[in-house]
């Protein structure tokens, strides 16, 4: 079974910092553009930052620009979200999920249809 599976969220204080992971199980990433999406309470999920299969093309939304980091180890067959600077806007559930895909802004892109989604891993910032 094909699954992706997130890991890293929590609660931080405003300033603080996490790392996001994304792991697939039963399958190899290698092939796949990843994205990471966020959906806060009463708001449509957001694409918050995409990064190609090779990593050499990546996509930020601009509310995360300068603060968060995408980056991807195949060889661990795994995706990270590096988010610094949190703020309280930034309290979401976040997701990965998985497409063959060449266009990073357009997979980011409200819409898009992906592959394959995993189950969320839930961010709070509060003081």
């Known amino acids: 079974q094909l699954q992706l599976v997130e890991s890293g969220g929590g609660l931080v204080q405003p300033g603080g910092s996490l790392r996001l992971s994304c792991a697939g199980a039963?399958?190899?990433?290698?092939?796949?553009?990843i994205g990471w999406f966020r959906q806060a309470p009463g708001k449509d999920r957001e694409g918050v930052s995409c990064?190609?299969?090779?990593?050499?093309?990546?996509h930020y939304a601009d509310s995360v620009k300068g603060r968060f980091t995408i980056s991807r180890d195949n060889a661990k067959n795994t995706v990270y979200l590096q988010m610094n600077n949190l703020k309280p806007e930034d309290t979401a559930i976040y997701y990965c999920?998985?497409?063959?895909?060449?266009?990073?802004?357009?997979?980011?892109?409200?819409?898009?249809?992906?592959?394959?989604w995993g189950k969320g891993t839930l961010v709070t910032v509060s003081s």
């Open positions: 999920a998985a497409k063959v895909a060449i266009n990073m802004q357009a997979m980011c892109a409200p819409g898009y249809v992906m592959s394959y």
């Open positions: 039963g399958f190899t990433l290698d092939y796949y553009a």
């Open positions: 990064i190609s299969s090779s990593g050499g093309n990546t």
